[in-house]
């Protein structure tokens, strides 16, 4: 098993950035697929970002190009590096981890863009 911690969340002007970190409980460089998902009130969990063990990684087509997703196998710690917020990204952001099939979430943070 392991327990993800999400951190970095918060309030942030249209434009602005926020670096959203998810510390797992145990080493990651065996878990493939680690990624981020977001919810807005009312709507479905959608897939922001995702980054395999190679480092190969894939976006929702709403991020490309304003996010970043990296790990950091050592500090067994996946960021999310969003730039030029917009309101339409706010939401609860979760981190996921994929291993051996089994997928594990974090509790979430919010992440609130005003405009």
């Known amino acids: 098993q392991v327990q993800l911690v999400e951190s970095g969340g918060g309030l942030v002007q249209a434009g602005g950035s926020l670096r959203l970190s998810c510390a797992a409980s145990?080493?990651?460089?065996?878990?493939?697929?680690m990624g981020w998902y977001r919810q807005a009130p009312g709507k479905q969990r959608d897939l922001v970002a995702r980054?395999?063990?190679?480092?190969?990684?894939n976006y929702g087509d709403s991020v490309k190009g304003r996010f970043t997703i990296s790990r950091d196998n050592a500090k067994n710690t996946v960021y999310l590096q969003m730039n030029s917020l917009k309101p339409e990204d706010t939401a609860v952001y979760y981190c996921?981890?994929?291993?051996?099939?089994?997928?594990?979430w974090g509790q979430g943070t919010q992440v609130t863009v005003s405009s």
């Open positions: 996921n981890a994929i291993d051996s099939g089994r997928p594990y």
């Open positions: 980054i395999t063990i190679s480092g190969v990684t």
């Open positions: 145990r080493g990651i460089f065996r878990i493939n697929f």
